[in-house]
């Protein structure tokens, strides 16, 4: 059952998108929690 | 890996960047450490770390080395299933979430996973327990510090033992001065490097090789690692899952995380990493799949990644690799620096030799303990005495078998001690001998199952009826 390459380049760009997001997401997170003193 | 040539900088750029980061690292561990003068503010971060830095410290430290360098290595070697069964090393972290929420409710002041299995299941059931963990926890120690000497002589050309020892101080220096808050500032760093870095690398890739080439080139010379039926690597699909759930489950990294987070955030913090560590060693990965489209040979399936990387990039590309490979290291090695020495300070020191010791005492000797351990690790690194990999399987047995007892022990009244103690023995027992007697890729597997077995039939047989508020040590010495 081979996989074709379009099925290969939504897998990766899938996960390509969640790990764009990732860093954006925390740094979001991080100000959000700084303006409230809550990062520790 | 030292037989072949793979260093894809000069060593001098490598001493450049490690000097450069040592003194980033090292400044941001005595400026987060200066005011840790409590226990708990040394050891668990002030009990108050926030939902920004309690996602990115619980992706830091499952991003390791392994992560990085042996996401492509198996995308090389068993294909689409390779990156997707490392993928699924994030269900643990998921997993882990309600647990996480359980137990900051039901220990509010607890420090280690040991705590709560010696108040739950008692002294016999802890020092099992307590010989698993250590065990785990000094050999992914060893396996961290020896990946560090092996990655850094593969990538530079630095010796090992200097590269090793290296790392070693750095990550020791650190956490020593500032304690978890270090570590868990540092981890916020390294997960931003380490995000974008893989993702400059996946996009680089797609741009100069494209998926069509990609796709075509591994069809040709390659084509079982397009198959979604590879036998191999749908065993290795189950028990990586299970290891990395055992993994998680048992280990004081995550337990101090949980008693670190403020109210509220553990549940949601460790989702969150859990989801963005999913797609973490498809991207890692699938870059070794342009391996026949570039006309790459590998020599050593492990330096796939950076080989890939240093050829789309040049030295950039390996500068790049270097940078993202130094702070995977570090954001693990420092983590289970800080929760193995938590473990051995409360569970060995105050449990086992000073009883009495008061929280001051603590604090002093916190410091002293993550030197000893620093050194000890450093000492079993030198002769390098197994590979990485062996020695990470090795633990599969050991570590599954305590899923079932901490699960059940959290949530059911009726799992007991003696169930729990024979469930971590037996599982372990057999976990071992299936690793000998069929392959590595069954132990976590075997040991889960027996100590699952265990754990139910106890609880058939000889239910216990445990009280939940025996395991909140504050409310207990307040009522005696």
Known sequence: MIVSSGFLSVMVMLALLITVAAPIVLIVLWFMDWKKGRLW | ?480
């Open chain 2, 1 to 480: 890996m030292n037989n072949v040539n793979t260093a894809i900088l000069d060593s001098d750029t490598g001493w450049l960047i490690l000097a450069g980061f040592s003194v980033i690292w090292i400044w941001l561990g005595w400026f987060w450490g200066r005011k840790a003068r409590q226990l708990d503010d040394f050891m668990l971060a002030g009990r108050n770390v926030g939902m920004a830095l309690g996602v990115a410290t619980a992706m830091a430290t499952w991003v390791t080395s392994n992560t990085t360098m042996a996401a492509p290595q198996l995308a090389l070697q068993l294909g689409i299933w390779g990156m997707l069964g490392y993928s699924l090393g994030s269900v643990g972290l998921m997993l882990f979430a309600p647990l996480a929420k359980r137990i900051h409710t039901l220990m509010p002041t607890g420090y280690t996973s040991g705590d709560f299995i010696r108040l739950r299941y008692g002294i016999t059931a802890w020092r099992v327990f307590l010989v698993i963990s250590l065990f785990y926890g000094i050999g992914w120690l060893i396996s961290l510090g020896m990946a560090g000497g092996v990655l850094i002589h593969a990538l530079t050309g630095i010796d090992y033992r200097l590269g090793m020892s290296i790392i070693l101080a750095i990550c020791v220096t650190y956490t020593l001065l500032g304690g978890l808050r270090a570590v868990i500032g540092t981890d916020f760093i390294q997960t931003i490097i380490i995000l974008v870095g893989i993702v400059a690398l996946a996009w680089l890739a797609i741009d100069k090789v494209g998926f069509e080439a990609m796709h075509a080139s591994v069809l040709e010379e390659r084509p079982e690692l397009l198959n979604l039926l590879m036998p191999a690597a749908i065993m290795f699909l189950f028990n990586n899952l299970l290891f990395g759930v055992g993994e998680i489950f048992h280990s004081n990294v995550w337990w101090s995380r949980a008693f670190a987070f403020r109210q509220g955030v553990g549940f949601k913090a460790y989702l969150v990493a859990g989801i963005f560590w999913m797609p973490i060693p498809i991207v890692a990965g699938f870059v070794a799949l342009a391996t026949p489209a570039l006309g790459l040979n590998i020599p050593a399936a492990d330096m796939v990644g950076p080989m890939v990387a240093a050829k789309l990039l040049g030295v950039g590309g390996a500068i790049l690799v270097f940078i993202v490979v130094f702070s995977a290291l570090a954001s693990s090695l420092d983590s289970l620096l800080a929760a193995t020495s938590d473990l051995v300070l409360q569970d060995i020191y105050r449990g086992h030799l000073r009883p009495g010791a008061s929280k001051e005492q603590l604090r002093k000797v916190a410091r002293w303990v993550i030197l000893l351990l620093g050194i000890v690790t450093w000492l079993l690194c030198l002769p390098r005495m197994t590979t990485l990999a062996a020695l990470l399987h090795f633990t599969g047995a050991f570590v599954a078998s305590t899923i079932w007892p901490i699960v059940a022990g959290l949530y059911l009244r009726k799992a007991s001690s003696n169930g729990a103690t024979l469930a971590m023995l037996s599982g372990t027992i057999m976990g071992l001998w299936s690793y000998f007697a069929i392959g590595f890729y069954v132990a976590a597997l075997v040991s889960a199952v027996v100590s699952m077995l265990v754990v139910l039939i106890y609880m058939a047989i000889r239910p216990d009826d445990f009280e939940w508020k025996s395991l909140n040590e504050a409310v207990e010495e307040k009522s005696s």
